[in-house]
């Protein structure tokens, strides 16, 4: 389950549905994503077909990254089985 997130539009979107926080074009894979992330117990998860998922290093390292678009990423950590920390940036 998400229990935390680092980007208030994404958990407004996640929450309420709204895209004033996000690009309205990514709205489609942001709440597909976040849906299967919500029920993932681990980021093995997340693990989708054309998804890459890979794990981050640096500042995020222990922090996992699935594409939503061009250079934007879903990333997330998790802590036990709940995910957290959840941001949405174009991190390349």
Request: proline share 2%; hydrophobic share 45%; aromatic share 12%.
């Amino acid at each position: 389950m998400i229990t935390s997130f680092r980007h208030a539009g994404v958990e407004k979107f996640f929450k309420t549905g709204s895209k004033a926080g996000i690009l309205p074009a990514h709205a489609e894979r942001l709440a597909n994503r976040l849906q299967v992330l919500n029920f993932a117990k681990s980021s093995a998860d997340m693990n989708m077909p054309g998804w890459g998922l890979h794990s981050l290093a640096g500042d995020l390292k222990g922090h996992w990254a699935v594409k939503v678009s061009g250079n934007w990423r879903l990333t997330f950590a998790f802590e036990k089985e709940d995910a957290i920390l959840v941001d949405y940036q174009d991190y390349h």
